[in-house]
């Protein structure tokens, strides 16, 4: 049996990382087999990525500028080739893959210097790659101001990432909306994948529960 393939979106601070691992322990418990991954990969392109985003890696180009997004577009987008197969070799075997972050982000984030359908015709045009739609994308929405307090209280981030301004998380936040509600703004092939939004101002608990119903709905 296909295994199901959910993604969880949202602006920094929104949960994403604590909602995707928390839903794989719930699938788990109802006795599906499911595993968790994020983009950023783990792979070798991802790591290089993450490290640029940490302000570790500095470019020529910074991800800031339109030039620095095109690198950054074509970097995720290298990392997507190698995610993808591992994907498709899970849900092969049945497994219900949940990911945290996906195409979206990329489209979102990279928008900003670059215009959303920029950014798509960079990945449909000069990627020949099929672009995995995802059984069910959630948007954990919250607001700016609320994403960065949590973002400021937690003890395990040190230092502010690459786009985690104000700025950039006002954009990014209204980018994930009209993604999320317009299908003109998701890669063609997509039009027809199920989108949903999630209010995650509510206690990290109930978030999960109300995520892991609509994955069990979809």
Known sequence: MQGRFV????IDGSGTTSVSRALVQRLSQDGVPASWTCEPSRGPVGQLIRRILKR???LEAPPSSELGACLM????QADRIDHIEQIKARLATGEWVVCDRYLHS?????GQYLGQAGVMEMIQVGWPLELLPPDLSVLLNLPVDVAMARRTSDPHRTSEEVFEDTKTQVYVANAYRKVFVD????PVEWELAKHTVVDATQPLNDVVS????????S
Not at 73 to 76: E, R, S
Not at 106 to 110: E, G, K, L, N, R
Not at 210 to 217: F, G, I, N
């Open 56 to 58: 570790e890696v500095e």
């Open 106 to 110: 990329t489209i979102v984030y990279q």
């Open 183 to 186: 299908v003109s703004a998701r």
């Open 7 to 10: 993604v969880l979106e949202g």
């Open 210 to 217: 109300r995520v892991h119903e609509l994955v069990l709905e």
């Open 73 to 76: 577009t074509h970097l995720f």
